[in-house]
């Protein structure tokens, strides 16, 4: 089995930084693929960006230049850099994991328990 856990949501004020961490562990073999989504109370939730099979990256428009998607293999830890947040930026994030669990290419997916980030001075 495979969890995942969410961290370094919290308060900024507009134009400051966060940065949000995805650990995963269990049964992983490779993480075939990383998206980060936000969602609002009563909206639907949205893709904030996302790394495809074979590798890029892509980000949605309103985050373009200001997000960057980063990850470190040895720690099966993604991460989501936010700059220049603004107020609009407040929501949950969560992340939604691919993972590849043994040789022959079964896949488990999953999402995080999301965190706040809430952008207000």
């Known amino acids: 089995q495979v969890q995942l856990v969410q961290s370094g949501g919290g308060l900024v004020q507009p134009g400051g930084s966060l940065r949000l961490s995805c650990a995963a562990s269990?049964?992983?073999?490779?993480?075939?693929?990383v998206d980060w989504y936000r969602q609002a109370p009563g909206e639907e939730r949205e893709l904030v960006a996302a790394?495809?099979?074979?590798?890029?990256?892509n980000y949605a428009a309103f985050v373009k230049g200001r997000f960057t998607m980063s990850r470190d293999n040895a720690k099966n830890t993604m991460y989501l850099q936010m700059t220049s947040l603004k107020p609009e930026d407040t929501d949950v994030y969560y992340c939604?994991?691919?993972?590849?669990?043994?040789?022959?290419?079964?896949?488990?997916?999953?999402w995080g328990q999301g965190t706040q980030v809430t952008v207000s001075s």
């Open positions: 939604n994991v691919e993972v590849i669990i043994d040789d022959y290419g079964s896949t488990w997916n999953g």
């Open positions: 269990g049964s992983i073999f490779s993480i075939k693929t």
């Open positions: 790394v495809t099979t074979d590798g890029r990256k």
